[in-house]
């Protein structure tokens, strides 16, 4: 069983932090916690000794037993430390070196490797110069941040200061403990709907919400990889990642083609316009009583050309299909020379959750139905053992 850390700081968001222990203790975690004695004002102690059934530190100078070093004993026996609300001050004083109290000593002796942060305050301070600094100071010495969300703050501002909500920081939690398969690597990934624009504001698209491509950004970075992402169209956001926001085939083209020669591994999982006006009118296009007809045609087959530029990368491309999945991923494999295939029916465009089949030239691997983050998981393991550990990237 895998120990956290719960280190709690004085802010109004710290009666999230009974939510964040809760759900780490469904999911089978040992979470201990810390609270600083400007927390006890929001929080009582008694709330986290119920939710987690451990003792809460706050002053070890009110140690029992002092045969040990509790706030060294707390910080290397933790596997993670969780410092969620993590105030102006805690965020200052682990910069600076200050161990004045348990949580600041705790954080002094831990390894910046397993240290996590999620800053919750002002949002003036946390747009304070020097608190900018101590993170970038921080993230240069191996600690982590779980940036702050934009809302409306106690203080009655809105603007950038709420702490990130609690699924994001789980989420993240879980994928410090994943292994790193793909350490060292660079993974590129599409994910998304492509527009491709009548006039200013009409379009041709689909429903794709680019949640599957999302989704194997998170499970590449939590092993470990160098990830970008090329995402169209979507409201979707992710940590971590360097995140290229397009529109249109052309654009996801550019950006592709830029960032392929680098890769060692590629999942093209963006929905693709297959076609595209034939003239793009710059005013809206007014209605007539006569219809309208658009031409289309032929648009860029960005999987095709990356295909032919391929070297020493793997390349593993998505089938949507309504009728003849298997030959017709397999078709699709071969003719864009593509390593493997995966191939899944329309009814996962747009769902919370996903069943796919692996497909190579002689082979399809079927995986069950799971939310896409699970799925996604799975996907990259099966795919590493199935290519040998990605042996032939470079």
């Keep these: 069983m895998k120990k956290i850390l719960l280190g709690i700081t004085g802010s109004i968001a710290a009666y999230k932090s009974a939510d964040i222990a809760s759900k780490l203790v469904k999911l089978g975690y040992d979470v201990h916690v810390i609270m600083t004695e400007s927390a006890t004002e929001f929080v009582a102690p008694l709330t986290f000794e119920t939710l987690t059934r451990n003792r809460v530190y706050v002053d070890m100078f009110r140690e029992e037993d002092h045969r040990q070093v509790r706030h060294i004993s707390q910080s290397t026996e933790s596997d993670l430390i969780l410092v969620a609300p993590a105030s102006y001050n805690i965020i200052g004083k682990t910069a600076t070196g200050v161990a004045d109290d348990f949580l600041s000593s705790v954080l002094a002796a831990a390894p910046a490797g397993k240290v996590i942060f999620a800053p919750a305050m002002n949002v003036n301070m946390y747009h304070n110069p020097i608190l900018q600094e101590n993170i970038n100071k921080l993230t240069k010495l191996g600690y982590r941040f779980i940036e702050p969300e934009e809302g409306m703050l106690a203080c009655g501002v809105l603007g950038k200061g709420c702490l990130r909500n609690v699924p994001s920081i789980i989420e993240t939690v879980e994928g410090f403990f994943h292994d790193k398969l793909l350490q060292g690597k660079k993974v590129l990934i599409t994910a998304g709907a492509t527009r491709e624009y009548i006039d200013p504001i009409r379009f041709i698209s689909n429903s794709s919400s680019g949640l599957m491509g999302v989704s194997l950004a998170k499970a590449c970075r939590d092993f470990g990889a160098d990830v970008t992402l090329i995402l169209a169209n979507s409201h979707l956001n992710i940590e971590g990642v360097n995140l290229i926001?397009?529109?249109?085939?052309?654009?996801?083209?550019?950006?592709?083609?830029?960032?392929?020669?680098?890769?060692?591994?590629?999942?093209?999982?963006?929905?693709?316009?297959?076609?595209?006006?034939?003239?793009?009118?710059?005013?809206?296009?007014?209605?007539?009583?006569?219809?309208?007809?658009?031409?289309?045609?032929?648009?860029?087959?960005?999987?095709?050309?990356?295909?032919?530029?391929?070297?020493?990368?793997?390349?593993?491309?998505?089938?949507a299909e309504s009728e003849n999945l298997i030959p017709n991923a397999v078709g699709k494999l071969n003719k864009k020379n593509l390593d493997l295939i995966i191939a899944n029916d329309l009814s996962n465009f747009a769902t919370d959750d996903g069943k796919v089949w692996l497909v190579t030239s002689e082979t399809a691997v079927e995986l069950e139905r799971k939310p896409k983050l699970q799925l996604a998981y799975d996907i990259v393991k099966m795919i590493l053992n199935m290519t040998n550990n990605l042996s032939g990237a470079k």
Excluded: C, W
Aim: charged residues 25%; glycine residues 4%.
């Design 245 to 319: 926001r397009v529109q249109t085939v052309a654009e996801m083209y550019q950006a592709a083609v830029d960032h392929f020669p680098t890769t060692d591994l590629m999942f093209a999982a963006a929905a693709v316009s297959d076609f595209k006006p034939v003239t793009y009118s710059e005013s809206k296009i007014k209605k007539s009583d006569t219809g309208l007809v658009v031409e289309l045609e032929r648009n860029t087959d960005i999987l095709l050309e990356l295909g032919k530029m391929k070297q020493n990368q793997l390349l593993i491309g998505f089938a």
